[in-house]
């Protein structure tokens, strides 16, 4: 004799995209954290938000970015015609008066590369603006996850070749810092505060370019034998612990890249005169 079994309540069909799709971890609840897991993106999204806005209006105010001898990192190489005359001599000219925008726009596109094309930088305003996700252990709120494999995001993969400008940015400030030696006269042998804010910002901008995951890979990625290549293999090591170090490298070299245009804006702009040591 045949049974019929009463059917149990339906369960509900779970969503196709977002933290429940195949393949993904299997989190119902909102999140598994106990402790504040949103102060991280919150901060990250903050200061981020506030380097943008101060970098946009300084990037277009097109003043006050020379006060010999220190130039705003953030207008080097100044290549257009209507940059002031620095250096007591011809500056780089290489474009003309560039519609009378800023020349910084014809330079930060690099540097501004580099950083939002960084592996670090892609994991913190992912997760400070698109919540994507926002914490570990905590449920994506979008419907689908394609990663960095279409457009737009698959564009992340030029960091490589920015690297190489960035280099060029790094050696261009290091020839800005070592000008900071000279006075308003041109003369070897003078040292100030702002001589002292260069020094520390094209540092952190040299360490952190080369803890750069693509400078490690460069250097050893390719390598199957290190035995046979101890010199690469020693300067793969040195890079490795920089590496292990990059979050804070990239959050020191951008704050001290905003203090450097900060501070060369005041003395330009008369706020303050340049403390001079020597």
Not at 26 to 45: E, K, Q, S
Request: aromatic share 16%.
């Amino acid at each position: 004799m045949a049974t019929t079994e009463t059917p149990g309540p339906a369960r509900p069909a779970e969503p196709s995209g977002g933290v429940h799709a195949p393949g993904r971890a299997a989190i119902a609840a909102r999140h598994l954290r106990t402790d504040r897991w949103w102060l991280a993106p919150a901060v990250t999204a903050t200061v981020l938000t506030v380097f943008v806005v101060y970098s946009t209006w300084r990037a277009f105010a097109n003043a006050d970015y020379y006060a010999a001898p220190y130039i705003s990192p953030y207008y080097s190489p100044c290549i257009a015609t209507d940059c002031v005359n620095m250096r007591g001599g011809a500056d780089l000219q290489i474009f003309g008066p560039w519609w009378g925008l800023s020349p910084a726009l014809l330079v930060l596109i690099f540097p501004l590369g580099f950083r939002l094309t960084c592996y670090y930088y892609r994991k913190a305003y992912y997760r400070g603006f698109w919540a994507a996700p926002p914490a570990c252990a905590v449920a994506e709120p979008h419907g689908k996850y394609t990663g960095e494999t279409r457009f737009p995001l698959i564009l992340q993969n030029v960091h490589r070749y920015f690297f190489y400008f960035a280099l060029v940015f790094a050696v261009i400030l290091t020839y800005d810092a070592a000008l900071g030696f000279r006075d308003a006269a041109g003369h070897w042998g003078h040292m100030g505060l702002g001589t002292v804010v260069l020094l520390v910002n094209v540092a952190l901008i040299w360490v952190y370019t080369l803890s750069c995951h693509s400078c490690r890979h460069i250097i050893g990625g390719r390598l199957k034998n290190f035995s046979k290549h101890p010199v690469r293999y020693r300067m793969w090591g040195w890079v490795g612990r920089l590496t292990a170090h990059h979050m804070a490298l990239a959050w020191g070299s951008l704050v001290m890249v905003a203090v450097a245009d900060l501070y060369v804006y005041l003395v330009a702009s008369g706020a303050f005169a340049d403390p001079t040591f020597f």
